[in-house]
């Protein structure tokens, strides 16, 4: 098989969380310019429908949901759309996330329990339902969880606090370890992205707070992420090219984690 052929999603089915917009959006471009037929979900309809308009003029065949992947009930729905759209689901990018700025000492449990539901809650409920329903009885699936650098290290002193997203992203990395254990003999593969810092509505409080230009010169390469950075990873976890990878955590940050 030619290396190009490799990456061919032609035929494959994608459901992609928070994909109205940022990351998600980028990655959901990638599958798509490869073949794959999408379903986008995010809470608010109006991005979506900005999405999968974007994603039709690029020729990419897209349908949208909307679903808060907090909560149990919508994850039901989103799964059922999605099967009766798709048929079945080969791959899916667990994107949504939420964070929250505060001090350890004073973090809102509310706060708290907000960001660990939609990025470990949700995640787990989401994953779950599309292994049990779709990709376990079709002895194939590409779970791809976006992660983060900060659930690989700490804050460095003066800069972040964001002692709920750092956790919730650090359960990620080892959900993605256990379930890729479990999940191998069925032909399902389980790897995460963590992203370094792309401008995003998510990032945009703190790159306001520090500076692009400041944030850039501690990473090795200069540079914060762009549009285009997440599309190769994502490709090579969504696609035969990475059919023998599973279990890992590939860091798209500039060389940030390497410092």
Same mark, same amino acid.
């Given at each position: 098989?030619?290396?190009?052929?490799?990456?061919?999603?032609?035929?494959?089915?994608?459901?992609?969380?928070?994909?109205?917009?940022? &990351?998600?959006?980028?990655? *959901? =471009?990638? #599958?798509? @310019?490869?073949? +794959?037929? $999408?379903? &986008?979900?995010?809470?608010? *309809? =109006?991005? #979506?429908? @900005?999405?999968? +308009?974007? $994603?039709?003029?690029?020729?990419?065949? *897209?349908?949208?949901?909307?679903?808060?992947? +907090?909560?149990?009930?919508?994850?039901?729905?989103?799964?059922?759309?999605?099967?009766?759209?798709?048929?079945?689901?080969?791959?899916?990018?667990?994107?949504?996330?939420?964070?929250?700025?505060?001090?350890?000492?004073?973090?809102?449990?509310?706060?708290?329990?907000?960001?660990?539901?939609?990025?470990?809650?949700?995640?787990?409920?989401?994953?779950?339902?599309?292994?049990?329903?779709?990709?376990?009885?079709?002895?194939?699936?590409?779970?791809?969880?976006?992660?983060?650098?900060?659930?690989?290290?700490?804050?460095?002193?003066?800069?972040?606090?964001?002692?709920?997203?750092?956790?919730?992203?650090?359960?990620?990395?080892?959900?993605?370890?256990?379930?890729?254990?479990?999940?191998?003999?069925?032909?399902?593969?389980?790897?995460?992205?963590?992203?370094?810092?792309?401008?995003?509505?998510?990032?945009?409080?703190?790159?306001?707070?520090?500076?692009?230009?400041?944030?850039?010169?501690?990473?090795?390469?200069?540079?914060?992420?762009?549009?285009?950075?997440?599309?190769?990873?994502?490709?090579?976890?969504?696609?035969?090219?990475?059919?023998?990878?599973?279990?890992?955590?590939?860091?798209?940050?500039?060389?940030?984690?390497?410092?």
């Amino acid at each position: 098989m030619a290396a190009r052929d490799l990456f061919d999603l032609t035929g494959r089915t994608a459901l992609i969380t928070g994909g109205s917009r940022g &990351l998600g959006l980028q990655i *959901a =471009e990638a #599958l798509g @310019e490869m073949g +794959a037929r $999408l379903v &986008l979900s995010a809470r608010k *309809a =109006e991005e #979506l429908e @900005e999405a999968v +308009a974007h $994603l039709k003029r690029m020729n990419v065949e *897209a349908s949208w949901v909307a679903a808060d992947a +907090a909560k149990g009930s919508d994850i039901t729905k989103l799964v059922d759309a999605s099967l009766q759209r798709l048929g079945h689901i080969d791959i899916l990018v667990n994107n949504a996330g939420a964070t929250w700025g505060a001090p350890a000492e004073e973090h809102p449990l509310e706060a708290w329990d907000k960001v660990m539901n939609l990025n470990v809650r949700g995640v787990f409920l989401l994953t779950q339902a599309v292994g049990k329903r779709s990709m376990i009885p079709h002895r194939y699936g590409r779970v791809i969880t976006v992660a983060s650098i900060a659930g690989l290290r700490g804050n460095a002193l003066g800069t972040m606090k964001t002692l709920a997203y750092n956790t919730s992203k650090g359960a990620l990395v080892n959900f993605t370890r256990a379930l890729a254990g479990e999940w191998g003999p069925y032909g399902i593969t389980v790897n995460a992205i963590a992203p370094g810092f792309f401008p995003s509505k998510m990032s945009r409080g703190v790159i306001e707070q520090f500076g692009e230009e400041n944030m850039a010169k501690s990473v090795p390469l200069q540079r914060l992420g762009d549009g285009e950075d997440l599309k190769g990873a994502a490709l090579l976890f969504a696609s035969r090219a990475g059919k023998h990878i599973t279990g890992q955590i590939l860091a798209v940050d500039g060389g940030a984690v390497a410092v």
